[in-house]
């Protein structure tokens, strides 16, 4: 296990959370002894997320006190909070605070980049979104530097790989252009994405998981009759040399 010095924390400065905290009412402690109360009642993986949600947001080191105080967890009381809190593969404890343990200690933009870079192959976003509290802004703004690529799964609303993106000119010969651009393509998605599969990469599409919801929605899969001027006729040799800008950029 790392040594907590690595993780940089912050010591927990309780003046800073409860200084404008105005007086509380006689109403209002009511209300918060019955939260107390009711979080106390929740399970012991509850109390814990708990615990670890505070950890996370705060990135700060954290006594079992200033849990109690923060989110009304009383891990000092509750034995079996203590060690799911304690043994929690995200959190790190050094015998008296208790720190959250991201799975890739990074502080900033420069250090994210460097670590996907090394990663040429991709990492998982959702390996990067607890490093550090804006590491989802500077991953948006490394895209928009062109600096790496977020690509995302059919269906899935988050961009979930990011990869490097390699500035370096590379000379590609013209017998592989000219193989590229004829290579005959499968008409159907599917073969396409078999073709993929069998050579052992991921499709960013599934096409026979929207054509069954598309059926279960009556909406029909066959594709848009086209004009004739503008249409493919069966006899089409689908290749690759309708795509030349792939090597607008290479000599």
């Not at 950890?55 to 060690?83: G, H, M, P, S």
């Not at 550090?132 to 790989?161: C, Q, R, T």
């Amino acid at each position: 296990m790392k040594a907590a010095s690595s993780n940089s924390v912050t010591p927990y400065n309780p003046a800073n959370a409860m200084s404008a905290a105005p007086a509380l009412k006689f109403s209002s402690d009511i209300e918060r002894l019955q939260q107390i109360n009711t979080i106390r009642n929740t399970s012991a993986a509850a109390q814990t997320k708990r615990a670890i949600d505070l950890l996370k947001e705060t990135r700060q080191a954290l006594t079992a006190e200033q849990i109690n105080e923060a989110c009304y967890v009383d891990v000092k009381a509750n034995k079996d909070v203590f060690n799911r809190l304690s043994k929690n593969f995200k959190v790190y404890y050094d015998g008296t605070r208790f720190f959250y343990k991201p799975k890739h200690d990074l502080k900033d933009k420069t250090q994210l980049l460097k670590l996907i870079q090394n990663f040429p192959e991709g990492i998982a976003v959702a390996d990067l979104e607890d490093a550090y509290p804006s590491v989802d802004h500077d991953l948006k703004a490394l895209k928009a530097a062109g600096e790496i690529w977020l690509v995302s799964n059919f269906g899935s609303a988050a961009e979930d790989m990011a990869y490097p993106n390699n500035h370096r000119a590379i000379k590609v010969d013209d017998d592989l252009k000219q193989l590229f651009r004829g290579i005959e393509l499968p008409r159907d998605m599917i073969d396409i994405e078999k073709d993929l599969q069998k050579n052992g990469m991921k499709p960013a599409t599934n096409t026979g998981k929207r054509r069954a919801q598309a059926q279960v929605h009556g909406i029909s899969n066959k594709p848009e009759q086209k004009k004739k001027k503008h249409g493919i006729s069966k006899r089409t040799k689908l290749t690759n040399s309708h795509l030349p800008e792939l090597f607008k950029d290479l000599s």
